[in-house]
């Protein structure tokens, strides 16, 4: 089941679309009782807090991220981010794309 989050982001910003692999969306809840957070909450909390970054569509069955990038610093700091939180991420090959 994909899941769409729009997120603000200024217009004027150069943004060009890509898909991250993100390794563990598929995972059980993190933490317990009614506090736990699904894997999906978690990515999403993390590529929410970078503004160079739009996350346009999580499909935690695909295993992918989809996102507008208009600052690559961003990116590169939040897949950083991501693997630190226990979910490593890479931008996926435009091989893989097709």
Do not use: I, K
Not at 24 to 36: E, F, K, Q
Not at 79 to 91: K, S
């Amino acid at each position: 089941m994909s899941q769409q989050h729009p997120h603000g982001m200024g217009d004027d910003a150069q943004q060009r679309a890509t898909l991250l692999r993100v390794a563990g969306l598929d995972g059980p809840p993190v933490g317990g009782g009614c506090c736990a957070l699904s894997p999906e909450d978690l990515v999403l909390d993390e590529l929410d807090s970078w503004p160079g970054l739009l996350t346009l569509e999580l499909d935690p069955d695909a295993g992918t991220v989809s996102v507008l990038v208009s600052d690559e610093q961003d990116l590169a700091h939040a897949l950083e981010a991501l693997a630190d939180r226990g979910f490593p991420a890479r931008v996926a090959d435009e091989d893989s794309l097709r």
